[in-house]
């Protein structure tokens, strides 16, 4: 079993800056990379930034420039650090982990319950 606990969420104005954090935890052999996903009421869910153990990262073309994605692998951790920010970022942001948890068996997708961003005008 694995659990990614999610913080640092809030509401921030226009402008400002807000950083998530995720930490993986249970049964975790590797993890093969982790992302941030968000969705906004009415809205699909969508991937924001993601990065992978070896270090190569992605980001959404809405936040490329703006937001930046790291990794700790001692912990587990992932970190987004959000500058910037703009009301249409305002959104649900969710931690996902694909984990390998166990030697002959595939690995898996996890994710956080969720955090929530508000970014004001």
């Known amino acids: 079993q694995v659990q990614l606990a999610e913080s640092g969420g809030g509401s921030v104005q226009a402008g400002g800056s807000l950083r998530l954090s995720c930490a993986a935890s249970g049964s975790i052999i590797s993890i093969n990379y982790m992302n941030w996903y968000r969705q906004a009421p009415g809205k699909q869910r969508e991937l924001v930034a993601g990065?992978?153990?070896?270090?190569?990262?992605n980001y959404a073309d809405s936040v490329k420039g703006r937001f930046s994605i790291s990794r700790e692998n001692a912990k587990n951790t992932v970190t987004l650090q959000m500058n910037s920010l703009k009301p249409e970022d305002t959104a649900v942001y969710y931690c996902?982990?694909?984990?390998?948890?166990?030697?002959?068996?595939?690995?898996?997708?996890?994710w956080g319950q969720g955090t929530q961003v508000t970014v004001s005008s």
């Open positions: 996902n982990a694909r984990v390998f948890t166990r030697w002959g068996t595939p690995v898996s997708d996890y």
């Open positions: 990065i992978t153990s070896g270090g190569s990262t």
